[in-house]
């Protein structure tokens, strides 16, 4: 079975920019989480998508959202990037209230 | 909301020895309680988890306990080896059909010394 895949690895944009990043779930899973981890801090929820619909958010500003296509993959988009939204991105995917399983991450730099 | 608070931060053992790990929650809902294993530049690996009808559960090396009552989960790592070596992260959730939104612990990084 193959794992959750991110791409892309890294990312390097510049304040102002906006990043794109993609997330393919594992076969069979619905759900997709998306955290951030910045160097240092554990990881912090940001989105949630299930069954193509945002069903929940963290305590992130807007500029950070998403979406998830019929085939349950998903695309994190961050706008107007700053300087603290340099870190590892990482999404999971799961079944509902299930385990979740967590990709390789993109580590975005903003310079 | 949910607050996770993981102790200790660090975490050295000899090779052999057993090493716990203990979390805290807040949310008295949290019935769902992962453990992650995150190598140097790797993905957080889910090593074992417990949901809150069960007070203790085993794989292997590896075991983690709770006790709802007080809020507070364990991991526990027997005979440690140099692989072990890695941050450790706890989580907690609501998990329901609404969702399984882990808020996790700060992370603890345990160096097993050969």
């Known amino acids: 079975e193959a794992g959750v895949t991110q791409s892309p690895t890294h990312l390097i944009k510049t304040r102002g920019q906006q990043a794109t990043l993609r997330c393919s779930p594992i076969?069979?899973?619905?759900?997709v989480y998306w955290y951030q981890q910045a160097l240092g801090l554990g990881l912090q929820f940001l989105l949630w998508y299930d069954e193509g619909e945002e069903r929940n958010r963290g305590n992130f500003p807007p500029r950070f959202s998403g979406r998830q296509f019929p085939n349950y993959s998903s695309e994190l988009n961050v706008n107007a990037l700053e300087l603290e939204d340099s870190a590892l991105y990482l999404c999971a995917s799961g079944r509902r209230r299930n385990e979740q399983f967590f990709g390789p991450g993109t580590r975005l730099t903003v310079l | 909301g949910e607050n996770v608070e993981q102790h200790p931060s660090t975490l050295s053992v000899q090779e052999g020895d057993s090493a716990v790990i203990k979390c805290t929650y807040s949310d008295s809902a949290s019935n769902y309680f992962p453990w992650y294993k995150q190598e140097l530049g790797k993905r957080p690996q889910l090593i074992i988890d417990i949901r809150s009808n069960v007070g203790e559960k085993k794989d292997q090396r590896i075991a983690v306990t709770l006790n709802k009552t007080a809020k507070h989960f364990s991991l526990h790592i027997t005979e440690t080896q140099p692989e072990d070596s890695a941050v450790y992260f706890c989580?907690?959730?609501?998990?329901?059909?609404?969702?399984?939104?882990?808020?996790f612990g700060g992370g603890t990084r345990l160096m097993v010394k050969p």
């Open positions: 076969s069979g899973h619905t759900s």
């Open positions: 989580a907690a959730s609501r998990s329901n059909n609404a969702g399984n939104m882990l808020t």
